[in-house]
């Protein structure tokens, strides 16, 4: 037989199938009676088979099939080919079913509280057969999420003005200086980004949009604004304020309680980028949204407004 190249090799499902269903039923016959076809067309469609790949796949002259090394090799093969296409076929029907009964919602840590995503309970009990699934993570890993099509809706700090997204719903959050009731700055309404830089800060990692803005905002001046202490829990962050040993730097949703019992104090920062931001409501750009998705995204623009103004 004249020999192949691998790459030359453009192999026929339906001919690795009669030659495993031949090996697997122990003849030719019987693999012939399970598929209702003719002898004769298993035989010539396994000898079309060897001629493809340029060896014998089956030694002659016995009566049960007997494989050689290179057809043992072809039958693995389609064996492997039939459970990866099970197992295609198995994700993608997950994928269809959670597109289909569920959205992932991805927020940014801390964005919204349990009284916010608590008041999301009517909307989710009124229509049991779609789920909700809430991921937390930081803001930048949000709007990756969302671009990559992992979450269907984000709920993000400040997101990128260049990423490719569709705002849904925006509230004005300033970030501010957040500081304890009883700190030397609570006195104050305003501060400067010296005044900031200046101060004991904890501020989360650098993967946090808040981050980002605070090292964009000093860009162009002759200090920075250096954190005292990292952490990328707001819980650490706020017991850090609460026990006054400094401040940090949040917008005031996520702390909104804490502000209304007048545990902290909000201090307006003179910087317009800091000024400027706002939590957004955002799917990725191009992307269609069922109803039921939209309708979510819409009930927690109310529940982001009642928190805000609670």
């Given amino acids: 037989m004249p020999s192949r190249t691998a790459t030359s090799l453009e192999l026929q499902d339906h001919r690795l199938r009669y030659l495993y269903l031949s090996h697997d039923k122990g003849s030719m016959r019987a693999a012939a009676e399970a598929l209702g076809v003719a002898t004769s067309s298993i035989s010539r469609q396994i000898a079309r088979l060897e001629q493809e790949l340029g060896i014998e796949l089956v030694r002659p002259g016995t009566h049960r099939i007997s494989l050689t090394a290179a057809g043992e090799a072809a039958v693995d093969y389609y064996i492997e080919r039939l459970r990866q296409h099970t197992k295609l076929t198995d994700r993608l029907d997950q994928l269809r079913q959670r597109q289909q009964a569920s959205t992932v919602i991805a927020i940014g840590e801390g964005l919204l509280g349990a009284r916010a995503i608590n008041s999301l309970q009517g909307f989710l009990n009124a229509h049991g057969a779609h789920k909700a699934e809430i991921i937390s993570a930081p803001s930048l890993e949000v709007q990756r ?93 706020l017991d850090f304020v609460r026990s006054g040993l400094g401040a940090t730097l949040l917008a005031e949703l996520p702390i909104i309680d804490e502000l209304n019992n007048g545990t902290f104090k909000a201090l307006a920062i003179d910087c317009e980028a800091m000024n400027s931001t706002d939590i957004q409501i955002v799917t990725r750009r191009g992307r269609t949204l069922d109803g039921l998705s939209r309708e979510l995204a819409t009930e927690m623009a109310k529940a982001v407004r009642m928190a805000a103004n609670a």
Wanted: hydrophobic share 50%.
């Fill in 145 to 237: 999420m969302v671009l990559a099509d992992q979450a269907h809706l984000g709920v993000i700090f400040a997101p990128s003005a260049t990423a490719r997204l569709t705002r849904l719903f925006s509230l004005a959050q300033p970030l501010r200086m957040i500081v304890h009731r009883d700190s030397r700055m609570a006195g104050r309404s305003t501060v400067t980004l010296e005044d900031v830089a200046r101060e004991s800060l904890v501020l989360p990692g650098a993967n946090f949009r808040v981050r980002e803005l605070a090292d964009a905002a000093c860009k162009d001046l002759a200090f920075d604004i250096v954190p005292t202490l990292t952490s990328n829990s707001l819980a650490v962050i």
